[in-house]
């Protein structure tokens, strides 16, 4: 009855033991990039530049680590197709976290038809004009049509 008890432990311990020899160290010279939509889920495949110079792209979590090139101000930028894209200037340094959030099209579509449900059609146009600066479709036209339609009516 012992060695039954004996093994399960063994084997708990030696998966334990090669976890931490597997998990990476933490690197004091990273940058760590984070990338999320509009509702808080993980955008992969985002390519990350800083001052036009790209790092590399986001993994399935949405996250970036690249090695920063000692402290100084630059442009951090985040893109992907079918997003709007981000950019910000900050002091980049060692250990630091940037973090993005990227609207898709349909994200501001959506949000122009809700705006527009709730009688605004000035945020409404901002909404659809965002929409239609990442990707160009027909009903989204024909929204921002509608909206335009509206806004006149009510001058």
Request: charged share 30%; glycine share 6%.
């Amino acid at each position: 009855m012992m060695r039954k008890l004996r093994t399960p432990a063994v084997i708990a311990l030696a998966l334990l033991a090669t976890s931490c020899v597997l998990t990476p160290e933490k690197n004091i010279d990273s940058v760590y990039v984070m990338v999320y939509d509009l509702d808080n889920n993980e955008v992969m495949n985002a390519a990350i530049s800083v001052d036009g110079e790209p790092k590399g792209t986001t993994d399935i979590y949405g996250r970036l680590i690249y090695t920063a090139d000692g402290e100084k101000e630059c442009t951090v930028r985040a893109e992907k197709e079918g997003y709007e894209s981000a950019e910000t200037v900050t002091c980049i340094r060692p250990g630091q976290l940037v973090y993005f959030r990227l609207g898709t099209g349909e994200w501001y579509a959506a949000k122009a038809e809700e705006l527009l449900d709730g009688n605004d059609p000035e945020k409404a146009l901002s909404m659809i004009d965002r929409a239609l600066a990442i990707r160009n479709r027909k009903d989204w036209q024909f929204l921002k049509d509608v909206i335009l339609r509206r806004l006149n009516h009510e001058k």
